[in-house]
Nanobody, 121 residues
């Protein structure tokens, strides 16, 4: 059925970079908006970035604007989150999620399992 699988997390030093991947199966990204979310221990889940189903519209949380870039590869049916100049406060489990008419708000229909990002010296 419909599935999202995140990958690319790991341990990185402050100022470093990571690229997260969100591979979709069972559905095409042409029909779904995608959001990246993150959750740190003891904190609520927060939205990080989002991309419309057309791929034409993107948005970012103020905390990551200018450092993170969301993109998609339709041929691979995959959404990416390029994270540059990482900070310790970026440490969290990162999730991608999909919704048919989603653009940065509303309930999500499908969630990935998450990938851990740890920014530390």
């Amino acid at each position: 059925q419909l599935q999202l699988v995140e990958s690319g997390g790991g341990l990185v030093q402050p100022g470093g970079s990571l690229r997260l991947s969100c591979a979709a199966s069972g559905f095409t990204l042409r029909n779904y908006g995608i959001g990246w979310f993150r959750q740190a221990p003891g904190k609520e889940r927060e939205g990080v970035s989002c991309i419309s189903k057309s791929g034409s519209n993107t948005n970012y949380a103020d905390s990551v604007k200018g450092r993170f870039t969301i993109s998609r590869d339709i041929a691979k049916n995959t959404v990416y989150l390029q994270m540059n100049n990482l900070k310790p406060e970026d440490t969290a489990i990162y999730y991608c999620a999909a919704q048919r008419n989603y653009f940065c708000s509303g309930p999500m229909e499908y969630w990935g399992q998450g990938t851990q990002v740890t920014v530390s010296s």
